[in-house]
């Protein structure tokens, strides 16, 4: 089932919104110019938006495409899809997440990297 957006979380202190706009572009459509608000970066590729938050977790970035129109059905292909391009390690969540599901499930996510994609404990908070 498609998820209504999609949420990844990217490390690496090299990997800025100009890189990420690049693969947008590439992936999606042209993005519009970045508007800068306090610590948030968002602008649009095609016609979708995008947020880009960076540190957001630690020294994790996180990328944020706010409809269910993108290339990526889910997290999890959006996360392959972006370490193919940025080679960068990846985190998402193993599917779309709500409170109802429990905090146990909050800290499951899948990271994708150099060693392969596999389920992880990331207690983000």
Do not use: F
């Not at 998820?3 to 590439?26: G, R, S």
């Not at 608000?37 to 938050?53: D, E, L, S």
């Not at 392959?80 to 985190?91: C, M, S, T």
């Amino acid at each position: 089932m498609r998820q209504p957006d999609i949420e990844i979380y990217l490390k690496d202190a090299d990997v800025d919104h100009t890189l990420i706009a690049k693969w947008l572009a590439q992936a999606i459509g042209p993005c519009s110019a970045w508007q800068q608000r306090g610590q948030t970066w968002k602008c649009h590729a095609g016609n979708i938006p995008v947020t880009w938050i960076p540190k957001a977790v630690g020294k994790w970035n996180s990328l944020l495409l706010e409809s269910d129109q993108t290339p990526w059905e889910d997290d999890v292909s959006c996360a392959r899809a972006a370490y193919a391009a940025l080679d960068v390690e990846v985190r998402c969540a193993p599917g779309s997440w709500s409170e109802a599901d429990g905090e146990e499930d909050a800290d499951r996510w899948i990271r994708v990297s150099a060693d392969g994609e596999e389920e992880i404990t990331w207690r983000t908070s």
